[in-house]
């Protein structure tokens, strides 16, 4: 019987929590491997359609983004619900597009100003129409190089 | 004091709250980026000078009107058979110039690989997502012949032999020894996707 009592006496033995820092890290140089910086903060949706015959895009240095979409919800009081253009972390007209590849075309170094990729991120519910006047801009300041960037995956889940 | 059992030890108790305070931060600021997509080139600004005359049956029309329908060559196509009567196309080898074309030889399709173009037009409603998908299918069918023809001189696949080739971690000798064949490959079968205006809808 007095073993009984003795061992009512003592709490819970403490769980231990020294490898909890190991796990954390673990996790930490995961993320910190598999994800890149986020450069300007989404204001548009942007549900890319799927395509399987993907090339990667390498080198993120030579790369422009444009996005295009629908506006999300905190911005579609003020914007509407029409797809919109967004340069960096702006909206932007169609006009718009022509001077901002110039410009970051004239940030980036000399030999980089003649190999650079613009890639259209573009939310598949978005009509042709805004796309076709941002390549006819494209056209006109002569960056021919697009890349419609899409996810992996089969293209025939984009028109279900 | 004590200092039988060496120096003390140090509490790391809050070592796991400064792990998942940066884990948090780099949650929070970095995103699994998708940069994989189709590459084009556009055309340039400027049309060429020179008028060429192109035959009407050297070229590929594909139109997509505004519900996402298909016509191909005046034919309306579902979209899953598109890749394959592009295939068709490509590699008709119509006027016998072409000795590594496997296709019917069909005298009202394109003459060889390297004049046969694809035009693409589109409704300015058009989804996009449908747009990806026809580009997707065209690309699909130039990959497929152009592996083919990978495979039967290379004994490798295209696709594999271009990643291989634009991935700047690949050894430059390497590279160059790849830089040849890709180019041989794509001049088999040079990719002429053209792209017209859109079309307004009436």
Redesign the interface.
């Known amino acids: 019987m007095a073993k009984f009592t003795k061992k009512k006496d003592g709490d819970l033995p403490a769980v231990s929590?020294?490898s909890?820092?190991d796990i954390?890290?673990m996790?930490?140089f995961f993320?910190?491997t598999?994800?890149?910086?986020?450069d300007s903060s989404l204001m548009v949706e942007n549900v890319?359609?799927?395509?399987?015959?993907?090339?990667?895009?390498?080198?993120?240095d030579r790369?422009l983004y444009i996005y295009v979409g629908k506006p999300t919800r905190d911005y579609q009081k003020v914007f509407g619900t029409e797809p919109k253009i967004q340069l960096n972390d702006k909206f932007a007209n169609v006009t718009d597009v022509g001077d901002f590849i110039l410009e970051e075309r004239a940030k980036k170094p000399q030999e980089l100003q003649n190999v650079l990729?613009t890639?259209l991120k573009?939310?598949?519910?978005?009509?042709?129409?805004l796309?076709?006047d941002i390549?006819?801009e494209?056209?006109?300041v002569?960056?021919?190089?697009?890349?419609?960037?899409?996810?992996?995956g089969d293209?025939?889940r984009?028109?279900q | 004091m004590s200092r039988r059992g060496g120096p003390p030890e140090v509490n790391?108790?809050s070592?796991?709250d400064i792990?998942?305070l940066?884990?948090i931060f780099?949650?929070v600021?970095?995103?699994?980026?998708?940069?994989?997509?189709?590459?084009?080139?556009?055309?340039?600004?400027e049309p060429p000078e020179d008028n060429v005359v192109i035959k009407q049956k050297n070229i590929f029309t594909v139109n997509i009107n505004k519900s996402?329908q298909l016509l191909v060559e005046e034919e309306l196509t579902n979209?899953?058979d598109l890749r394959s009567k592009a295939m068709a196309f490509l590699d008709n080898g119509g006027d016998g110039s072409c000795n590594y074309c496997k296709g019917r030889r069909d005298e009202s399709s394109s003459d060889n690989p390297t004049k046969a173009i694809i035009s693409l037009k589109?409704?300015?409603?058009?989804?996009?997502?449908?747009?990806?998908?026809v580009?997707?299918?065209l690309?699909?069918a130039y990959?497929e012949l152009r592996n083919r023809e990978a495979q039967r001189l290379f004994g490798r696949d295209f696709?594999d032999m271009?990643?291989e080739f634009?991935?700047?971690e690949t050894p430059s000798s390497i590279r160059d020894d790849l830089k040849g064949k890709v180019q041989r490959i794509q001049e088999l079968f040079p990719q002429k996707l053209s792209?017209a205006?859109?079309s307004t809808s009436n």
């Open positions: 929590t020294a909890l820092p954390v890290f996790l930490l993320f910190m598999v994800t890149t910086m986020k890319l359609p799927n395509a399987s015959e993907v090339k990667k895009l390498e080198k993120k790369v990729t890639a573009v939310d598949k519910d978005a009509s042709m129409g796309i076709s390549k006819s494209l056209r006109k002569n960056a021919l190089k697009v890349n419609y960037t899409t996810y992996e293209a025939f984009n028109i | 790391a108790g070592m796991a792990a998942f940066l884990l780099f949650l600021t970095t995103t699994i980026e998708t940069d994989a997509g189709l590459d084009r080139m556009l055309p340039p600004m996402g979209l899953k589109n409704d300015r409603e058009t989804k996009y997502g449908t747009y990806i998908t580009q997707n299918e690309v699909g990959n696709t271009e990643a634009l991935n700047p792209e205006e859109t």
